[in-house]
């Protein structure tokens, strides 16, 4: 989409230099007239020429990654027109998102690049970009708005849970008593989302660095049924609360079933990001947590968090960052377990 074309104030400065040369030739005589009338039309003429052949460019996003407040990611926009031309870009960004997304560039050249800061849980649009594309002189403006939005997940905080809290997600996710693991087959290095259960100390202590031990066979793994509810306005705590709990345990190893007011979501200890992109989206409600190991509860008075029958309030400690965990989001999570909507 294009706006009609419009002179800059250089453009309005030159054409009053034209009408004051025009209106002096009247008073004092044409002697010198053409000098100053005629340079200044074809100036203003080629400009309206200039933009109003310039064909709508296009515009090509790649949108930054998922990541929790206060991640800085990069945004690129790819322009793609028949003729270069000099502009100035902005990007629409929504409240929840902080960057400085208006420059003058080439259009046409290299990518329109810059930074935002994550400020709000949430799904957020980018764009429209807005281009406001000048002749070389600079006299006339013709505005483009090209279509092509994108759009940004920023995660839930994400926190240690308090000692009460962290020892009774341990107890969900430990093995059932007499439950037989299969034959042990080899060691092999640790990686991020193994369970702290399977490390062989002995072996890591020699060393110096963490082995855990594999079995031939280790059965089906545990799944962790946890339930999201909040009253209206405390959505973010429900959030925060239960991305806590998810994550706390996926890093025991144990497979999560969280639902929320907006659905239900299955994810394997590899798959943090699954739930995290779904507690992005969700919002207030009762879900109900009758039969479910955890419940997580955010009302006026407080966050509580229920596990196994004892229930705690949310009190966490230090911050945890995606990084933390050594993970690498992807967009939306990934896309190997369904979403099943409620």
Same mark, same amino acid.
């Given at each position: ?78 322009? $793609?027109? %028949?003729?270069?031309?000099?502009? =100035?870009?902005?990007?629409?960004? /929504?409240?929840?998102? +902080?960057?400085? !997304? *208006? &420059? ?113 066979? $280790?059965? %089906?793994?545990?799944?962790?049924? =946890?339930?999201?509810?909040?009253? /209206?306005?405390?959505? +973010?705590?429900? !959030? *925060? &609360? ?101």
């Amino acid at each position: 989409m294009s706006r009609r074309l419009l002179p800059t104030r250089r453009g309005v400065a030159v054409a009053a230099v034209a009408v004051a040369a025009v209106a002096a030739g009247a008073t004092f005589g044409p002697r010198s007239l053409d000098a100053v009338v005629v340079p200044a039309g074809i100036a203003l003429l080629a400009a309206g020429v200039q933009l109003l052949r310039l064909d709508p460019p296009t515009v090509e996003r790649t949108p930054p990654l998922p990541g929790d407040p206060g991640t800085t990611a990069t945004v690129r926009l790819a322009f $793609d027109t %028949d003729t270069p031309v000099t502009a =100035v870009v902005r990007d629409r960004l /929504p409240p929840g998102v +902080d960057g400085d !997304a *208006e &420059a003058p560039t080439l259009v046409g050249g290299d990518p329109f690049v810059y930074e935002v800061t994550y400020r709000e849980r949430g799904e957020h649009a980018l764009g429209p970009a807005t281009i406001d594309a000048r002749d070389v002189l600079g006299l006339a403006e013709r505005t483009f708005v090209p279509e092509g939005r994108a759009s940004v997940l920023v995660y839930p905080r994400v926190f240690h849970p308090s000692p009460a809290v962290a020892e009774r997600l341990r107890g969900l996710a430990a093995p059932d008593a007499g439950t037989e693991r299969g034959a042990f087959d080899h060691l092999r290095e640790y990686v991020n989302g193994d369970s702290l259960r399977d490390v062989h100390w002995k072996s890591s202590a020699k060393r110096e660095d963490l082995v855990v031990q594999e079995f031939a066979d $280790d059965g %089906d793994r545990r799944t962790v049924t =946890v339930a999201a509810s909040a009253a /209206p306005g405390r959505a +973010d705590a429900m !959030a *925060e &609360a239960a991305a806590t709990v998810a994550v706390s345990l996926l890093d025991e190893g144990v497979s999560v079933s969280l639902a929320t007011p907006d659905g239900r979501v299955r994810t394997a200890p590899d798959d943090a990001d699954r739930v995290l992109a779904h507690l992005a989206r969700a919002g207030a409600g009762d879900r109900g947590d009758a039969d479910t190991d955890v419940a997580v509860r955010a009302t006026d008075d407080g966050v509580t968090v229920r596990v196994d029958g004892a229930s705690h309030p949310f009190d966490p400690g230090p911050r945890r960052r995606l990084g933390d965990r050594g993970d690498r989001p992807t967009e939306g999570g990934s896309p190997s377990t369904p979403e099943v909507r409620a």
